[in-house]
T-cell receptor, first 111, second 116 residues
């Protein structure tokens, strides 16, 4: 079993839709959770960061962490064509010894 | 967010030669840096974790003698691909962890290596 599971998609939605991206994980030691956006041939860009359980909102993006279920989500409201990219969840433990990524979900927002 | 600079962005080299990739954290100190490899349409594969002043920890299946990592200072880590082969052609990305009240990881722009 992989430490982090993420549906690779692709996910295709119309402009304006609410997008839900999810990851599950198996290692209860993970404490820091991040979402990255990656455009083709570019390095990942940090979108959201959360520590432990809870919600965090930043503009059109909301990140949720449910440690009891080992489940994290990223919601994108009012999705735009410019949101089309691959979204990667990532997490690491308090020891900072590994930063583990999900497979990435390819998102396409069409006008 | 914090800035991590990776250089070069693209490199083409001949088989058998060595290539060095630099990763610098420009506005923070990074005690931990990560090196990843990414194949087309795939996720990032962690190659190794480097901590300033100590030997890197390599993931299973990654040859430490082929992929030399040096984390000489709190702002610089280097990855040297030695005796490069065409199968080493890939996208290499570094990440630097900024530790403090919150801990976040920021990425360099990536290096596209092509071995001919």
């Amino acid at each position: 079993q992989k430490e982090v599971e993420q549906d690779p998609g692709p996910l295709s939605v119309p402009e304006g839709a609410i997008v839900s991206l999810n990851c599950t994980y198996s290692n209860s030691a993970f404490q820091y959770f991040m979402w990255y956006r990656q455009y083709s041939r570019k390095g990942p860009e940090l979108l959201m960061y959360t520590y432990s359980s809870g919600n965090k909102e930043d503009g059109r993006f909301t990140a949720q962490v449910d440690k009891s279920s080992k489940y994290i989500s990223l919601f994108i409201r009012d999705s735009q064509p410019s949101d089309s990219a691959t979204y990667l969840c990532a997490m690491f433990s308090g020891g900072y010894n590994k930063l583990i990524f999900g497979a990435g979900t390819r998102l396409a927002v069409h006008p | 967010g914090a800035v991590v600079s990776q250089h070069p962005s693209r490199v083409i080299c001949k088989s058998g030669t060595s290539v060095k990739i630099e990763c610098r954290s420009l506005d923070f100190q990074a005690t931990t840096m990560f090196w990843y490899r990414q194949f087309p349409k795939q996720s990032l594969m962690l190659m190794a974790t480097s901590n300033e002043g100590s030997k890197a920890t390599y993931e299973q299946g990654v040859e430490k003698d082929k992929f030399l990592i040096n984390h000489a200072s709190l702002t610089l880590s280097t990855l040297t691909v030695t005796s490069a082969h065409p199968e080493d052609s890939s996208f290499y990305i570094c990440s630097a962890a900024r530790q403090g009240r919150n801990t976040e990881a920021f990425f360099g722009q990536g290096t596209r290596l092509t071995v001919v």
